[in-house]
């Protein structure tokens, strides 16, 4: 599936989200990246795991706009998002990969 990453996070009012003391605005990148890199205590990634999730990581870092992800790494970034995130950041994104 192909997927914009450079989409900007809005809140409820359709504003951009900033992140921190930066103030730059909240990517849906910058949640894929913290979803794949998030890792559970009860689950040990194999290294192919690894390796996969590092290798998609550098890809959503060099990305222009949109890039075409697997499944199984839209699956990571789903189960981990709403372990991360509140409904606001997980919905988009859950909307956006559903879509």
């Not at 997927?3 to 809005?10: A, D, G, S, Y």
């Not at 900033?18 to 949640?31: A, F, H, M, R």
């Not at 996969?52 to 998002?81: G, H, P, T």
Request: proline share 3%.
């Amino acid at each position: 599936m192909k997927i914009n990453v450079k989409t900007q996070m809005k809140d409820y009012k359709g504003q951009p989200i900033k992140q921190g003391e930066t103030e730059e605005i909240l990517t849906l990148g910058d949640v894929m990246l913290t979803a794949l890199n998030f890792t559970d205590k009860d689950k040990k990634l194999t290294p192919k795991e690894s390796i996969s999730i590092y290798r998609e990581s550098l890809r959503i870092v060099d990305a222009k706009e949109s890039i075409e992800f697997s499944i199984d790494i839209l699956k990571i970034v789903q189960d981990n998002v709403v372990q991360i995130y509140g409904p606001l950041i997980s919905g988009q994104v859950a909307s956006i990969i559903e879509s």
